[in-house]
């Protein structure tokens, strides 16, 4: 069990990393390397390495092992199709069962996103929104595949998007609070779907 937990925390480092463009498309995933900074041994580094290769953050060359997974176009129609269809299905089982602290913590992330001064600090904030929206929903595998999705969202958007970020209120956020404060799931589902369909 110490050496999953040291293992999936060493993933988290990582896919941290790689969604920031510390570790760069293409950059290799030197086991050792890893291995010595972390303190873990070479089956530790082992399974982070293919928790990340299963969450599309990285894959195994011929000749170079595993690799940052590079940013493919392709791969993002995909993923913002699924984060369209799967994302505010999520929100329509979690919204009827978030208690009065999970609606105060999406009401916080709402308000850090829309104060959010940089590309970066807006990026966090929102990714925080849109897991807590989903923090009720009683399916783990659809919750785990969501925020999956949403991640590999915030690579796309930090590598390609951010230059382009200006500090804005979201009147989206801001219509998905005011229906999850009132439990209303329906309402809350389709403002989400409404607003993926705008980030294209």
């Given at each position: 069990m110490r050496n999953e937990m040291k293992s999936d925390r060493i993933a988290e480092t990582l896919a941290d990393r790689i969604v920031r463009g510390i570790l760069a498309p293409g950059e290799k995933l030197t086991q050792d390397l890893i291995a010595r900074e972390f303190g873990a041994s070479?089956?530790?580094v082992r399974e982070a390495l293919l928790r990340l290769a299963g969450r599309g953050l990285a894959v195994s060359l011929p000749r170079r092992g595993m690799c940052v997974a590079p940013l493919?176009?392709?791969a993002m129609v995909e993923i913002r199709a699924m984060r369209h269809a799967l994302e505010p299905l999520a929100l329509l089982h979690s919204a009827p069962r978030l208690d009065a602290a999970?609606?105060?913590e999406i009401a916080r992330l709402h308000q850090l996103c829309d104060s959010a001064t940089s590309a970066e600090e807006w990026e966090t904030a929102n990714r925080g929104f849109h897991n807590a929206l989903?923090?009720?929903?009683p399916m783990p595998r659809l919750t785990e595949e969501v925020r999956n999705l949403q991640l590999l969202y915030s690579r796309e958007f930090l590598a390609r998007r951010a230059a382009r970020w200006q500090p804005r209120p979201d009147p989206d956020h801001r219509a998905i609070l005011a229906?999850?404060?009132v439990r209303d799931a329906a309402l809350a589902s389709a403002t989400l779907k409404r607003h993926l369909s705008r980030q294209g």
């Amino acid at each position: 069990m110490r050496n999953e937990m040291k293992s999936d925390r060493i993933a988290e480092t990582l896919a941290d990393r790689i969604v920031r463009g510390i570790l760069a498309p293409g950059e290799k995933l030197t086991q050792d390397l890893i291995a010595r900074e972390f303190g873990a041994s070479q089956v530790t580094v082992r399974e982070a390495l293919l928790r990340l290769a299963g969450r599309g953050l990285a894959v195994s060359l011929p000749r170079r092992g595993m690799c940052v997974a590079p940013l493919d176009k392709d791969a993002m129609v995909e993923i913002r199709a699924m984060r369209h269809a799967l994302e505010p299905l999520a929100l329509l089982h979690s919204a009827p069962r978030l208690d009065a602290a999970q609606v105060e913590e999406i009401a916080r992330l709402h308000q850090l996103c829309d104060s959010a001064t940089s590309a970066e600090e807006w990026e966090t904030a929102n990714r925080g929104f849109h897991n807590a929206l989903i923090a009720a929903c009683p399916m783990p595998r659809l919750t785990e595949e969501v925020r999956n999705l949403q991640l590999l969202y915030s690579r796309e958007f930090l590598a390609r998007r951010a230059a382009r970020w200006q500090p804005r209120p979201d009147p989206d956020h801001r219509a998905i609070l005011a229906a999850v404060k009132v439990r209303d799931a329906a309402l809350a589902s389709a403002t989400l779907k409404r607003h993926l369909s705008r980030q294209g």
